[in-house]
């Protein structure tokens, strides 16, 4: 399995991309107003930091994936502990990205339909993506659906045009304030964070000590786009109403109206940011099953694909509702724990040791 | 794999015996071979046993089958020159058979066998044998008849502006075809026989150089693989030679034009020709050759890349159409615009069946008509299809059965899976229309992009000879690109023979 | 290898087929009522009744034919609230009712004057609601009459009520406008009014010639005519105004009057701290054309166009600020906008006095002034009449 720079490129993006479009334009607004398209820069430059912690990890053992270089840098013992950290994280997040997804679709186009039959059709998507092609299978498809996706999102973007009133923005600052712009950034820095997944995705890389450049390309057309959408998001809908909605990104785009004829497209933007939903799932699939085999110490990584989609299915249906879906998931744990210690707090741990190791190791070798 | 092999032993295991030649030398006496030979031809009654005499002395038997060789060549080049072979020397058969390989006047060169088998093959393939007396060994002269057609235009594949010369059923032809258009002693062309019983000739071309070894050499080996009694065309091979015969869609391109065969080979693919099949596989290939054929590189650049674009459009049409249509109508029908909403739900107040099945029905109707036009004669598939119109498309409306919108949709749906220039690329998206629908009919839009995120997943994970199917596109390639949605200008693509080598290599890194 | 192949292939094809029964969201086109239009009405006693319109398919194409059969139908309930109301409709329909196409909601005059905020809710928490069915009032009549009234020039009342206002015949609101409106401090929203006449051959037909105007979530009032029309200046929604002047008395042969249009409107707003109190200036400049003259003035010569300017000036500065002290006195109510703009150009002060905004409304000075640049003045230059020479 190996892939091409490019297509790291396209996986982080659409990973990083999608929810973050749609989950976190209602934290966000919430907290920091009109001025969320500063708390997007926050989030941006969060993120910036989290990927130059990840890629120079990477570069300490290019051809090492977490797993390996956590027990290389920290030791077998430690290593472990600290992939248990990170397990936590994969696990959850696979259930409840599919369950908001499944929260999308719900209310927004089939507000009938059960939940397990729309998370069955997604969860044999991904199931069938990396089981039949693992990360290259999901590469190949994410390299052909990320040009997709970003079309589509400006698309969406061009046809809100006319609805944008930029004096929504205003005043700038006065209503939020430092702070407030800063809460507000913590939610999109959080879904923008995803570059972390890095760690798992170099050693497949064909040139595995040039792929950061890919990784920094993705956050930042990541970021710009988001910021772009959220900016407009709020320009179109207003401080007021936003709050108020799901996923006001797919509110803006119920306004379009083309010649007053073609109304009502919201339909397509959702199933075209499936195709970004999928990326993720599949990619966080992969890493989970793979991560868990090798931690396991199992050859065949696939087997654990059998064990971890049913899990994930079983473990989706534990939500009662949107809200806590949503929101108790990414205040209680994707905000506070997931965001300074697995994004930002250990790969620090792991430059940090990592280096002393390293020049250590130089020293010793000289002396 | 495991399977492919598994097939062709079982093929082997059925057609056994069929051969019972056993491989002996010949005799010396001109008696015992004719008695030989008759016993592996019995009851063939086209088969010539001729005695006469060289020097107006040595005895020697021609055996031949008529209905294959060349009358004309074999009485003037080669019996009127035998009888009247003088030479006053006597000397042994081995040495007459040395001189007359050198002194026979003709353009047939003859060449010397000493085995009964190879004598039966050879009388087989439409030589004539001439067994000397005393001799071991015998003469074999290829005069076969060249039983071919004339050289014509591709029924399929036509073009407007392009050379209007197509493959016939004979082996040496196609091969000189391929010869014209690249006159280079770097175009290679090995010839492997193949079907135990049908000794079909085939043949390996590629350009030396340009052609990745590795792709040769699995080429190759997959030939050699296989073990079949019959081969009698390019379709029986295909599948066993292809890296995935269970997908609907094509990774190895059939095609009847040399110019095509031509610019691949050029491009470094690898091309495999067989006796009797007026096709030939070419490979490996992308997802994307489907959509492109020779007279894009005939005609102005633009026009050439609109319709590419036009292609690829409607191939989504055809793939896609009536779900869309399904979903859209029966799940979100807000996105109509009001008035044509109306219009459509006035059309379908009539129609007792679900949209779903309506469309399923009339799916599988316009297959049907499809088929019965392609293989009834001419005139008769004309009738069909003024029936399959008529009946169809007016009776059913005004009867009230299927609503005048569906018909719309299907109608547009056949037309555009006739744009897409490859019919096995056409036969696949015809399938795949099916889950489509159902897809749609049970979760509406989000069923159709499930779908079609399935396709594609599928469509990642197809290789052709290591080679990703979805190439250039993705893994990205950026010269590539121009020869994928577009048809750049001439002078943009100079590189474009390297290509798929490059691409192999980058693969094989 | 092979049993587990089949195994799954078994597996997938009974889960597909048990979801294939499923078709749980799935509507036939001819199994819907399309609701074109709905009307919100408070009953006597004080519940709610709704009522919808609904495009008869069938009737659409029948009346190609015949012309005779109707192609809506309207249906009325009432109940607590929305949603209850409209269960009860749909026990009266053979069809689900179907809300994707609703281009315009009608509320009752009682009704707004009531209080809208419980409607609010349904239209807004129904995932099958859209912003843009477009909001009018009902003026001196119920919500229900107006679903009611047919309207000869389109087969369906309701693509009559959206062409007009999307073709700007009247304002046009939106309902995501209308709940911006609602839900912002320093705003206050207004819906076109529909009055219900008959036309000239005695069939009955609308009008939207008048404007709701609501303060908070209360309708307290219409503004029509000369306030209509200035108000109408101010959104910039000129298409179909034309303003006349009697710019010089009366003669036996001419009436003195001019009538012009209006090419393009520029609105600003401009906010001020006066003595701690914001005080607003309104400036509106806006470009026209000559459209009716019927004065003897040759207004091809620059100083009569001068005077007409100057006069236009005057007369449009004292609409526009009649509109605004209706606005401040009578109803107590910024529809202007004022409020919004305060809170941008003095956000700091805009934090003390946001929740008083429709308090301090009617005591804030506005200064109006109006440009008027006459720009074409239609294709003659002499006025219409014969002159005689």
């Keep these: ?367 | 794999m495991k399977r492919r092999k598994h097939l062709s032993q079982r093929l082997t295991q059925k057609l056994e015996g069929i051969d019972p030649i056993s491989d002996t030398p010949l005799s010396d006496s001109l008696d015992r071979n004719e008695e030989a030979i008759r016993q592996a031809f019995v009851n063939c009654t086209d088969l010539i046993t001729r005695k006469f005499y060289i020097y107006r002395s040595v005895p020697c038997l021609a055996v031949y089958l008529d209905v294959l060789v060349d009358h004309a060549l074999w009485d003037d080049g080669l019996l009127t020159p035998l009888m009247s072979f003088e030479d006053n020397e006597t000397d042994s058969s081995e040495q007459l058979i040395e001189r007359l390989k050198g002194h026979l006047p003709s353009v047939v060169i003859p060449e010397t066998t000493r085995s009964l088998k190879d004598a039966v093959q050879r009388i087989v393939k439409g030589e004539v044998v001439l067994f000397i007396d005393t001799s071991i060994e015998a003469l074999s002269f290829k005069i076969k008849d060249n039983l071919q057609r004339q050289l014509d235009e591709p029924s399929t594949e036509a073009v407007i502006r392009g050379p209007r010369i197509g493959f016939i059923e004979k082996l040496s032809v196609n091969m000189a075809l391929i010869r014209h258009n690249i006159r280079s002693p770097k175009l290679k062309m090995e010839n492997v026989v193949l079907g135990s019983t049908t000794q079909t000739e085939t043949a390996i071309v590629y350009i030396e150089g340009l052609a990745s070894q590795n792709v040769v050499d699995e080429v190759k080996q997959r030939l050699a693989k296989i073990d079949m009694d019959s081969v009698l065309g390019s379709g029986y091979i295909e599948e066993l030679i292809s890296d995935h015969p269970k997908s609907p869609f094509p990774v190895i391109q059939s095609t009847q034009r040399p110019d095509a065969v031509s610019a691949s080979l050029i491009e470094g693919k690898v091309a495999v020709l067989v006796n009797g099949s007026p096709l030939a596989l070419v490979l490996p290939v992308t997802f994307w050759f489907a959509f492109q054929t020779v007279e894009d590189y005939y005609i102005n650049f633009l026009f050439g890349s609109m319709l590419r674009m036009l292609r690829y459009f409607f191939a989504f049409l055809a793939l896609s159409l009536p779900s869309l249509f399904v979903a859209i109508t029966t799940y979100h029908s807000e996105m109509i615009p009001t008035s044509l909403t109306i219009s459509l739900a006035a059309a379908r107040e009539v129609v007792p069946f679900p949209a779903l099945l309506e469309s399923i029905i009339m799916e599988i109707t316009f297959e049907a008509l499809r088929e019965a036009g392609v293989r009834l004669p001419r005139p008769v598939g004309q009738t069909i299809s003024i029936v399959g119109a008529l009946v169809i498309g007016q009776a059913a409306v005004q009867a009230g059965i299927i609503s005048a919108p569906l018909i719309i949709v299907v109608s547009l749906t056949g037309i555009a899976s006739f744009l897409i220039p490859n019919p096995n690329m056409s036969q696949a998206i015809s399938i795949l229309r099916f889950p489509l629908l159902l897809c749609a009919g049970t979760f509406g839009l989000y069923g159709v992009s499930a779908g079609l995120m399935a396709i594609l997943i599928h469509l990642s994970n197809l290789k052709s000879y290591g080679l990703p199917y979805l190439t250039p596109v993705s893994p990205l390639k950026l010269t590539g690109l121009l020869d994928v949605f577009f048809r750049a200008p001439w002078n943009a693509m100079y590189k474009r023979q390297q290509r798929v080598k490059d691409e192999m290599e980058l693969e094989n890194k | 290898m092979n049993l587990r192949r089949i195994g799954l292939a078994c597996t997938t094809l009974a889960l597909y087929l048990g979801l294939l029964t499923g078709c749980w969201d799935r509507n036939e086109m001819d199994e819907l009522a399309f609701v074109m239009a709905s009307g919100l009405d408070l009953a006597d006693d004080g519940e709610l009744e709704t009522s919808l319109q609904i495009a008869l398919p069938t009737g659409i194409q029948a009346s190609d034919q015949s012309g005779g059969k109707k192609a809506f139908m309207a249906v009325s309930e009432k109940g607590k609230d929305g949603m209850d109301t409209l269960s009860k409709e749909q026990q009266q329909l053979s069809r689900n009712i179907n809300l994707g196409h609703r281009r315009v909601i009608v509320i009752g005059e009682a009704l707004g004057r009531n209080g809208i905020n419980q409607v609010m809710d349904t239209l807004l928490r129904s995932p099958e609601s859209r912003y843009n069915s477009y909001i009018a009032t009902a003026y001196g009549t119920t919500a229900k009459e107006v679903i009611k009234t047919p309207y000869l020039l389109e087969k369906i009342p309701a693509v009559g009520l959206n062409n007009i206002m999307e073709g700007n015949f009247s304002i046009s609101v939106k309902t995501d406008e209308f709940l911006d409106g609602l839900a912002t401090y320093g705003k206050n929203p207004v819906t076109p009014g529909i009055r219900i006449t008959k036309d000239a051959l005695g069939n009955p037909t609308f009008v939207l010639d008048k404007i709701a105007v609501y303060r908070q979530n209360k309708l307290v009032g219409f503004l029509s005519d000369e306030q209509q029309k200035a108000f109408m200046l101010y959104r910039g929604n000129t298409q179909v105004i034309t303003w006349s002047l009697q710019l010089v008395p009366p003669k036996e042969e001419y009436k003195g009057t001019v009538n012009i249009h209006f090419l393009k409107v520029r609105t600003s707003v401009l906010t001020r701290m006066a003595e701690g109190k914001p005080a607003v200036d309104l400036r509106i400049k806006t470009t026209c054309r000559i459209s009716a003259n019927d004065t003897e003035l040759d207004f091809s010569r620059p100083e009569t166009l001068a005077l007409l300017e100057q006069k236009y000036e005057d007369e449009l500065r004292k609409a526009v600020a009649g509109v605004v002290s209706v606005s401040q006195q009578e109803f107590k109510s910024d529809i202007f906008g004022f409020g919004r703009k305060v809170h941008i150009d003095h956000p700091y002060v805009w934090k003390e006095i946001k929740e008083d905004w429709n308090e301090i409304y009617p005591s804030v000075p506005v200064d109006v002034k109006i440009e008027v640049k006459i720009e074409r003045i239609g294709r003659t230059q002499a006025p219409g009449q014969l002159m005689k020479y």
């Design chain 1, 1 to 367: 399995m190996k892939i091409t720079g490019m297509q790291v490129f396209w996986l982080i993006t659409l990973m990083s991309m999608g929810m973050t479009l749609v989950m976190t334009l209602t934290p966000s607004v919430t907290s920091a107003k009109q001025d969320i398209w500063m708390s997007v820069i926050v989030a941006s430059c969060i993120t910036l930091l989290i990927t130059f912690f990840t890629t120079q990890t990477s570069l300490l053992h290019p051809d090492q994936n977490l797993v390996q270089l956590s027990r290389t840098i920290l030791g077998k013992w430690l290593g472990s502990v600290v992939m248990l950290v990170y397990f936590i994280q994969w696990f959850t997040i696979l259930p409840i990205v599919l369950r908001q997804f499944n929260d999308v679709i719900h209310i927004m186009i089939l507000p009938q339909t059960p939940k397990w039959a729309i998370m069955l059709i997604m969860l044999s998507l991904i199931t069938y993506s990396t089981y039949s092609g693992g990360i290259e299978s999901i590469a190949r498809c994410s390299e052909i659906l990320g040009p997709i996706v970003i079309i589509m999102v400006l698309l969406t973007l061009l046809a809100s045009v006319n609805n944008v009133d930029l004096h929504l923005l205003l005043p700038v600052y006065a209503d939020s304030g430092l702070s407030a712009i800063f809460k507000g950034s913590l939610a999109p820095a959080s879904y923008l964070g995803h570059s972390v997944e890095y760690l798992m995705l170099a050693p497949f890389l064909i040139k595995p000590r040039k792929g950061g450049k890919y990784a920094f390309a993705a956050v930042i057309t990541a970021s710009s786009l988001v910021l772009l959408a959220m900016t407009m998001a709020i320009a179109t809908m207003g401080v007021p109403i936003t709050p108020k909605m799901w996923y006001p990104f797919f509110e803006m785009s119920r306004k379009i109206s083309l010649f007053g004829f073609i109304e009502n497209l919201d339909p397509l933007p959702i199933v075209v940011w499936v195709a970004s939903v999928f990326v993720k799932l599949a990619v966080y699939l992969f890493i989970t099953s793979y991560g868990t085999a090798q931690y396991l110490n199992i050859k065949n990584w696939r087997i654990m694909i059998w064990f971890i989609a049913p899990i994930v299915l079983i473990f989706a249906f534990i939500p009662q509702n949107v809200t806590e879906a949503i929101s108790n998931y990414l205040f209680n744990y994707w905000i506070p724990i997931a965001l300074p210690v697995n994004m930002l707090g250990l790969p620090l741990l792991l430059l940090i040791v990592g280096k002393i190791r390293q020049v250590s190791g130089r020293s010793a070798q000289k002396g």
